[in-house]
């Protein structure tokens, strides 16, 4: 059995892990990080996207042996002491949440998007978010919040 070594949330991990093993399965089931959601098993919803070395991925299309050595980020590593992330807090004060399944995801690929596109019209957020599903509603909201968390992280953001 393979030992890896993971760094989650600041904090260095080594595990003996299955070959087969996939990422999310050990970030929730091995290491607690249960703001990481199984959702479709498939990759086609996204709600399991976490950053794997700073780029967003679909934690259930990785297998836990390739993020061996690797720097992984999950919603709950966004916080700190106690303050949400400017995304996160965005994704609240927009009503973007929901039944809250699907916001880890949308809120990891909107990080994501920003460093791409610091300045992403509607068109792009929806283009950039288009791997992550959510079941409940339209995608107003969550692209409202896209917009003010780019603000509130200091990037200018243009109006439609």
Do not use: W
């Amino acid at each position: 059995m393979p030992r890896i070594a993971v760094t989650v949330d600041g904090i260095r991990y080594e595990e003996d892990v299955e070959p087969r093993l996939l990422l999310v399965h050990l970030l929730r089931d091995r290491l607690g990080k249960t703001g990481t959601p199984v959702g479709c098993d498939t990759s086609n919803c996204g709600a399991c996207t976490v950053m794997l070395d700073g780029k967003s991925v679909k934690s259930c299309s990785v297998l836990a042996v390739q993020a061996d050595g690797s720097d992984v980020v999950t919603v709950e590593g966004l916080s700190a002491n106690g303050d949400m992330h400017p995304m996160q807090r965005a994704f609240h004060e927009e009503h973007a949440l929901q039944c809250g399944y699907c916001t880890p995801g949308m809120v990891m690929a909107a990080i994501d998007l920003l460093r791409e596109d610091p300045d992403p019209s509607e068109e792009a957020i929806r283009k950039g978010l288009e791997g992550n599903l959510c079941r409940c509603t339209g995608y107003c909201n969550i692209v409202r919040a896209v917009r003010r968390g780019a603000q509130s992280m200091g990037q200018a953001v243009t109006t439609p």
